[in-house]
């Protein structure tokens, strides 16, 4: 609420990958007021970047408006942070001009747009809608919110692989949505520390746990670790789940058809108890930012566990260079050679009553393309494309190594809450749960886990 | 707000225009000023609080995603209820916090704050800037009173612990993520701000009573304790009174920072924040989240009807 009004925030948050959208919505509107009051007070200097206003006319000239104009649409955008909302518009600027739509962004605060999807999805939304794929996209798409899109995958589906395939299709088998970018889970860490130290990138627990020893020994945390927004800690819990009991275990864990009090469950909770004293202390009460800072900016901890957007903490871009990374150590379990990875996809669906269902169509096909996904991650450092034939010319350093074990990986799940319901995942679910676990790793697992069994019974039916 | 006027009128004016046939002393003017100012308050609290509340009421009972209008809803009797006690397990912690909540603003925040009234009242020197210093809180909004608490408790940033010295792995103090201590520091940051809304309040309270009243103490041989506990404090009642129930409300309606520091989880449940975690989101559960506002409506009056038919009998003796 505050956040009133706000809440809900969670495990939303996650789902987008930059910075400042992670804040509260509280923190950013205090923040955003101190720092309207600072840029006043300099004079109002620097106004960011895209000068393009959010395009409310047709792209001008280049197109004979005439001949190919498909006439206006809307777009509703949770891109409010700085750098993909400047992606999000050259995007449209882009598909503007070779598709002869006029596209009219609506940019809504991320958290609040989150907060708000139900209700807006429901009144008189945009035409296109920025959202995730998975299982935060099936629930609207059952409720009747989204109109399929199987026409648009009939001339796009051949440029993307089954996975974003299966993350795009509704509970129907109907499609409803078009991938535009995504990023890995990885194990961060900086590349001169482990020069300096002499530290190895550890590919199996045991040289994780080794490694681990050397670090607390040299007295800083082998891995920062923030759980106070609720949803870090659930990608700590997919990655030890689909390395411990594979991925299809995990699948159906997080879509019910498994259940919370197996005792395979349990055994992924012992394991984690027994690596906390590799993590950072204190996480239920620190942010994913200051964990960050702990690593990137402190060297207070060796190694994060995190979303590659979380190197938008680096203060500069030697510091950025400096970030490698590397996936999950394995178990040495039958389950090594799956190297399934939490990779998130971001992308755009159709709402249920477009107003102009044909350009809308045609801005999702250009989202399908090459060179639109190429204008996009040029801006958003640290996301990848998700067609086949990608041109990765214009890769960073940081998104070439993110395709790459995005491309190694076997099993590609997307997060607990865009994998499994939203108010199971939310924070009177799971974010309770792994905080509840992460204060008392001793609690009896048995009732701990029965205790989220019991919740998950209790929700009402999903259609 | 025409609309809230037409059905208003109508109703004032029918009692008035009865009472208006024996006495003739109202003009046509008068009913139409008297049914306004009956009618649009009446209006605004029968359709923004007890037909809210009714419908608060009447949700409970039911299953609801709030996606479909009201052929989706779906009655489930108790079952919402069932579910909170038996298997809703922040349910009870944050009925307790509500109560600790309570508590610690009632005996210790008030009391700080008509401590600091009581004292600032001596006229003593820089009596201005520490009234300034106090008060200042509360002009503050509880989400910048929020954000800036969380900066001084921050696990390694924050001021709290880099004084302390508690920012290693062994050591850290964990101020907001430790469910032991999280709802404790919340409080203070609470405090922070009611105890200079309490002193500002008390303090007005306080230079409105008749010197002479003290004077008359002090001469009798009464010691400055004994005055205040025995001839200020009851002569202030009325002032105790909206002190009192300021406190009670501002204790259950407390959402805000338990909401900004973790949305109100792992130690910061509190009843408001799970009705707000429950209802609004990407998938709300209006029925089960209706059922946890109702117990914190029950929660509510009772106090309240307490202290309103009490302060109302010994003012009308």
């Known amino acids: 609420m505050a956040h009133s009004g706000v809440p809900r925030v969670e495990a939303d948050e996650v789902a987008a990958p930059r910075i400042v959208r992670r804040m509260t919505l509280t923190r950013a509107a205090v923040g955003g007021a101190i720092f309207a009051l600072v840029v006043a007070a300099c004079g109002g200097a620097a106004s960011p970047a895209p000068s393009t206003a959010p395009g409310t006319t047709p792209a001008p000239g280049d197109t004979p408006a005439a001949s190919v104009s498909l006439g206006e649409t809307s777009l509703g955008s949770n891109e409010s942070d700085e750098q993909p909302k400047a992606a999000v518009q050259s995007l449209v600027d882009y598909c503007q001009t070779s598709t002869g739509a006029s596209i009219k962004v609506n940019v809504n605060d991320h958290n609040t747009f989150q907060n708000q999807i139900s209700s807006y999805l429901q009144g008189t939304p945009d035409d296109i809608v920025k959202w995730f794929a998975g299982n935060r996209l099936r629930f609207f798409a059952d409720q009747g919110l989204l109109s399929p899109i199987d026409d648009v995958w009939a001339e796009v589906g051949s440029n993307y692989s089954d996975a974003f395939k299966v993350a795009s299709t509704g509970n129907d088998g109907k499609l409803y949505f078009v991938p535009n970018i995504n990023y890995p889970w990885v194990v961060m860490y900086r590349k001169s520390v482990f020069t300096e130290k002499g530290y190895a990138v550890p590919t199996t627990l045991a040289e994780f746990k080794t490694l681990g020893d050397k670090m607390l020994a040299d007295g800083i945390a082998p891995l920062a670790f923030g759980d106070l927004d609720g949803w870090p800690a659930m990608g700590t819990f997919d990655i030890l789940n689909m390395r411990l009991n594979g991925y299809d275990f995990h699948v159906g864990l997080m879509a019910g058809t498994e259940k919370w009090s197996d005792p395979r469950v349990k055994a992924v909770f012992q394991l984690w108890a027994e690596l906390l004293p590799y993590f950072q202390a204190g996480a239920p009460g620190r942010t994913w930012q200051d964990a960050a800072k702990a690593m990137i900016v402190d060297k207070t901890a060796g190694m994060y566990f995190l979303g590659t957007f979380a190197a938008q903490q680096a203060p500069t871009p030697a510091d950025v260079a400096d970030i490698g990374f590397f996936p999950f150590p394995t178990l040495g379990n039958q389950y090594d050679s799956e190297k399934a990875i939490d990779a998130p996809i971001d992308g755009f669906m159709l709402s249920a009553n477009p107003k102009n269902p044909e350009a809308a169509k045609a801005f999702l096909k250009c989202v399908a393309t090459a060179a639109a996904q190429k204008i996009y991650t040029a801006t958003s450092a640290g996301d990848v494309a998700t067609v086949k034939d990608a041109d990765t010319s214009g890769y960073n350093d940081v998104q070439k190594a993110a395709a790459a074990i995005i491309a190694d990986s076997g099993r590609i799940a997307q997060f607990l809450d865009r994998d499994a319901r939203a108010d199971f995942a939310g924070p009177s679910g799971m974010q309770g749960f792994l905080l509840s676990f992460l204060n008392d790793p001793k609690q009896n697992l048995d009732t701990f886990l029965g205790g989220i069994q019991s919740y998950y019974d209790s929700l009402p039916p999903q259609q | ?317």
């Open chain 2, 1 to 317: 707000m025409s609309s809230t006027r037409t059905p208003a009128p109508p109703t004032g004016g029918a009692g008035v225009r009865r009472s208006g046939r024996k006495f003739s002393v109202l003009t046509g003017q008068d009913r139409v000023v008297l049914g306004l100012m009956v009618g649009i308050p009446t209006f605004m609290v029968v359709f923004f609080v007890i037909i809210p509340m009714i419908a608060s009421t009447i949700l409970s009972f039911t299953q609801w995603n709030g996606i479909g209008g009201f052929a989706a809803i779906k009655f489930v009797g108790l079952q919402n209820y069932i579910d909170l006690v038996t298997v809703y397990i922040p349910f009870f912690p944050a009925l307790t916090h509500n109560l600790i909540w309570l508590g610690f603003f009632l005996f210790i925040a008030t009391p700080i704050g008509i401590f600091f009234a009581v004292l600032l009242d001596k006229e003593m020197r820089g009596t201005r800037f520490y009234q300034g210093a106090l008060y200042l809180p509360v002009v503050l909004s509880l989400a910048i009173v929020g954000f800036i608490w969380q900066l001084q408790y921050a696990p390694e940033q924050g001021l709290i612990n880099n004084v302390l010295g508690t920012t290693r792995q062994d050591n850290l103090i964990s101020w907001l993520g430790d469910p032991s201590l999280n709802l404790w520091a919340v409080l203070v940051a609470a405090s922070w701000r009611h105890v200079g809304y309490v002193m500002i309040l008390y303090l007005a309270g306080l230079k409105s009573v008749d010197p002479t009243l003290k004077e008359a103490a002090a001469i009798d041989g009464a010691g400055e304790v004994d005055t205040f506990r025995r001839v200020v404090f009851p002569v202030m009642r009325p002032i105790n009174i909206v002190i009192l129930v300021i406190t009670v409300i501002e204790s259950l309606r407390a959402f805000d920072l338990a909401f900004i520091v973790n949305k109100g989880l792992n130690g910061l449940e509190l009843l408001s924040t799970l009705v707000t975690n429950n209802i609004i989101g990407e998938t709300s559960r209006i029925g089960f989240g209706s059922a946890i506002a109702v117990v914190l409506l029950v929660v509510s009056v009772g106090p309240i009807l307490f202290y309103l038919t009490r302060a109302l009998r010994e003012d009308n003796p």
